[in-house]
């Protein structure tokens, strides 16, 4: 990593983060209601519009992964750029078609990716799959819910989500100052100690050996900037809200250094429902 610090630095851009259905902590969400919104194909074009469903039976098909391992990114900025409103959050400035997709994402991954700073932000637990993406998971041979990874510098992860269900893959540094909780709360499988620094590239080829192939990080923008630095991500996934916000919040890649070359990005497809648009952007090509 270019900062030791930078995998914790801010918490999660949500999708959907305040919306009541939804908790990045893990909380299962029952069925949708009149206000989901339909969606919109834009691109490619000719598809039909994706309306409510529980079991998001054709979003899923549309994010369907096109190989494995992949990993992918999920986040969202307003109109000039913000990754979160004036109150330093995401939830300010996310919407009810976002949720869908979140809901979509994590259901089809084995694995969500986060900062320890988004961990203690949104007080993240064990993901728990909504109970109308279980059978499609049981047919994918997939287990019910995904695992539960945290990139932390300083070791620095709430008890809580240590202990909350299966324990999360862990990826710290022998000088984390919390290392000692890390080492109390995990078995040795789960936690992977680096000397000196965090390699995420590693980190994300240990959790494929593992056999968690389809990851999904949440961020926060320090870690997604060390994901793309490192070359890992293969697709982002990107929410614009239709907002004009101001302010110097972050964009959602963030980092000390600019990526040189640019990394292009190839639009897969556009979603769009009351102004928001949802795009799915290519890193890598399958």
Known sequence: MRDRATSEAEPRLEAGGTVPQASPCGATVGHMDDATPTLEVLLPAGLPAIRPDDAEAALAALFAEPRTP???ANMIATLDGAATGADHRSGSINDPADLRVFHTLRALADVVLVGAGTVRAESYRAP????????ARRRRGQPDHPALAVLTA??????ATLTDGPPPWVFTTDGAAHLDRLQRHLPPERLHVSNGTLDVAAAVSTLVAAGLPLILTEGGPHLLGELV???????????????????????VLAGADWLLPARQARLAHLLHADGVLLGRWLL???
């Open 229 to 251: 630095a490192a070359d890992v991500v293969d697709e982002l996934c990107l929410t614009w809200s239709p907002q004009l916000v101001g302010g110097s919040a972050m964009r």
């Open 70 to 72: 992949w990993l992918r």
């Open 154 to 159: 300083s070791g620095d992860i709430p008890v």
């Open 128 to 135: 728990r799959t909504p109970e109308p993406f279980l059978a």
């Open 284 to 286: 890598r090509e399958p």
